[in-house]
């Protein structure tokens, strides 16, 4: 697991995981694609590995409680890597990603209140493709409105050159 920056909006992890549970579906990583957000949710807290996070009861947060978003994708390509070879002859293959995170907060006026960026560039086993996942903490300025707030976040893959956007809802409680 990967922690990607800090700011005053947002934090965001990233992380693959050991055990995707599959294989890639393309002999050649960076013919994958496009890139998909699979899962979008909001948790109760700091997501741990891919598909391993609580939900937040229906979204709905105090007005002082940390707000995780949780994202997992498919279809990120990987441009691979040379790697040395190992005392066998054989080395480990690996593959480059390059991820750009965009997520928005609008307030329930409809104002913006959280944009930020993240650029995730990771080496990763081919297999692992499909377990990456992102946890990105959204820290409102001050003392949050009570009401809906809509968030959406937008990924791009630099390496498939493909985009994929998912929009979802959370509730600040008076």
């Given at each position: 697991m990967l922690l990607a920056g800090a700011g005053l909006?947002?934090?965001?992890?990233?992380?693959?995981?050991?055990?995707?549970?599959?294989?890639?579906?393309?002999?050649?990583?960076?013919a994958r694609g496009p890139i998909a957000i699979a899962e979008l949710v909001f948790t109760a807290d700091r997501p741990e590995d891919l598909d391993e996070y609580q939900l937040q009861p229906s979204s709905t947060y105090a007005p002082d409680q940390p707000i995780w978003l949780y994202a997992d994708y498919s279809g990120i390509a990987g441009e691979p890597i040379e790697s040395e070879a190992d005392d066998n002859?054989?080395?480990e293959s690996t593959v480059a990603i390059d991820l750009q995170q965009t997520v928005t907060v609008e307030d329930p006026d409809g104002s913006v209140v959280v944009e930020s960026e993240r650029t995730f560039q990771d080496e990763l086993a081919p297999d692992q493709?499909?377990?990456y996942f992102?946890?990105?903490e959204i820290l409102l300025a001050g003392?949050?409105?009570?009401?809906e707030y809509t968030t959406t976040l937008s990924v791009m893959d630099g390496v498939s050159e493909t985009q994929a956007t998912k929009t979802a809802t959370f509730a600040i409680e008076e």
């Open positions: 909006t947002a934090t965001a992890l990233a992380g693959c995981s050991d055990d995707s549970g599959g294989s890639s579906d393309s002999a050649d990583p960076a002859g054989s080395g493709l499909d377990g992102t946890g990105t003392r949050a409105a009570a009401g």
